[in-house]
């Protein structure tokens, strides 16, 4: 497809159970963000993928929180142990990796922890 | 590091007046500034953008920013509302740090918009 996509779109998990959250970037896009977007709190980062470089991790609110992206496409965010707090939804973007470009975000993956 | 202040996290105006969104960020370095709007149900989808050259910026529906440099702001502005116009709206910065380049965002405006 031409835009980012991210599945599932809708997930209920238990307190305690690992979710893993997965986003397809635009093909050609060395660039890719997660963020989380909690009502009232806009767009927190989380992490950033730039091509083969070292992953940008400050953003990881705690260890419990880990992303990989394999042959520099396809990104998956791994929530272990969930907490409810951990319920928000999930936005992954892309974009080129040079200044002067935009993100494109899909359309995010709403976790409800039970 | 980079942070950005949306000042108006709730506007209701009614169809026809002129609207403006504060936007102040903080960023000692070039910057690329950006307006995201997101409606009801659908993701996020950029407004307008600010790279370089002319600081007034023209965006999707009639909608347009302008970077005052020495205010840091990027104000956004549209002189004739619609009820079509009822989103949320995210200012974004993004500097150079060290060859990354992450977009920050402000909390948002929900802006709803009475026929």
């Known amino acids: 497809g031409a835009g980012v996509s991210q599945s599932p779109s809708n997930k209920v998990t238990e307190k305690g159970k690992d979710v893993e959250l997965r986003c397809d970037p635009i093909s050609g896009h060395t660039a890719l963000y997660w963020y989380r977007q909690s009502l009232g709190q806009g767009l927190e980062f989380l992490i950033y993928?730039?091509?083969?470089?070292?992953?940008?991790k400050s953003g990881l609110p705690s260890d419990r929180f880990s992303a990989e992206r394999t042959g520099g496409s396809v990104s998956t965010l791994t929530i272990q142990r969930t907490q409810q707090e951990d319920s928000a939804v999930y936005l992954c973007?892309?974009?080129?990796?040079?200044?002067?470009?935009?993100?494109?975000f899909g359309q995010g993956t709403r976790l409800t922890v039970v | 590091a980079q942070s950005v202040s949306q000042h108006n996290h709730h506007v209701i105006l009614s169809e026809a007046a002129s609207l403006e969104l504060g936007c102040n960020y903080s960023y000692g370095g070039t910057v690329n500034l950006f307006w995201y709007v997101q409606y009801p149900g659908q993701h996020l989808q950029l407004l307008l953008k600010y790279f370089s050259g002319d600081p007034l910026v023209k965006g999707i529906k009639g909608f347009e920013a302008e970077f005052i440099k020495s205010k840091f702001s990027f104000n956004l502005r549209k002189p004739s509302v619609q009820w079509s116009d009822t989103a949320e709206y995210f200012c974004?910065?993004?500097?150079?740090?060290?060859?990354?380049?992450?977009?920050?965002f402000g909390r948002g405006t929900s802006l709803i918009v009475h026929p």
């Open positions: 974004a910065v993004m500097g150079s740090s060290g060859g990354s380049y992450i977009p920050t």
């Open positions: 973007a892309s974009s080129l990796k040079y200044m002067n470009t935009e993100a494109f």
């Open positions: 993928f730039q091509g083969n470089s070292a992953p940008d």
